[in-house]
């Protein structure tokens, strides 16, 4: 078992910026690729960024690339992402995500992929 834990949301204004982290606990001596998600009211959870175990390999979805980075320090048992340049549709509870894997440099773009979730934190972005 691993359980996620997610941190770093907020209030904060157009433009701004935030760093959300999420610390793995349990059984992290397996190799896990990591995965950030959102939801919004009334919508369905999307995929917002995704690393592989090794961190060599990263997907970023269009809607937030090139304000979007997902990083992680596997010493730390902590995926991050950084987010700039906010926009008020970014509003959502974030997700952290961890799924199982052998493969080094293979990351998970589906939902029903993952094997765990934290509990979500709340982003507020203001216009």
């Known amino acids: 078992q691993v359980q996620l834990v997610e941190s770093g949301g907020g209030l904060v204004q157009a433009g701004g910026s935030l760093r959300l982290s999420c610390v793995a606990s349990g059984r992290t001596s397996s190799s896990y690729a990591m995965g950030w998600f959102r939801q919004a009211p009334g919508k369905e959870r999307e995929i917002v960024a995704a690393?592989?175990?090794?961190?060599?390999?990263?997907y970023t979805a269009n809607s937030v690339k090139g304000r979007f980075t997902i990083s992680r320090d596997n010493a730390k048992n902590t995926v991050y992402l950084q987010m700039n340049s906010l926009k008020p549709e970014d509003t959502a509870i974030y997700y952290c995500?961890?799924?199982?894997?052998?493969?080094?440099?293979?990351?998970?773009?589906?939902?029903?992929?993952?094997?765990?979730w934290g509990q979500g934190t709340q982003v507020t972005v203001s216009s």
């Open positions: 690393i592989s175990w090794s961190g060599g390999a990263t």
């Open positions: 995500a961890a799924v199982l894997t052998h493969l080094r440099s293979t990351y998970y773009r589906q939902s029903y992929e993952y094997d765990y």
